[in-house]
């Protein structure tokens, strides 16, 4: 009984992760505009999601440098 269980929970867990897996990879980026209230540290900071603040990062990087 306790391996059925077991058993039970582990594919309901790979499931959620399946799901929020497949979700992450499904979903666009936003374009972010580059200017320079948008490179302060703060507000790269202030982004919420890590794909799109490493991307803001990036592009505030490239654009210092030109």
Known sequence: MKSKTN???T?????LLGVFGYRS????VQPVAVS???C???HIRSV?????????S?????????
Not at 58 to 64: G, L
């Open 11 to 15: 594919l309901a867990a790979a499931a």
């Open 48 to 56: 919420g999601d890590a794909v799109q603040r490493s991307i803001l």
């Open 40 to 42: 302060t540290q703060d």
């Open 25 to 28: 990879l499904a979903r666009q």
């Open 7 to 9: 058993v039970l929970l």
């Open 36 to 38: 320079a209230a948008s």
């Open 58 to 66: 990036a592009q505030c990087d490239k654009a210092a440098r030109k």
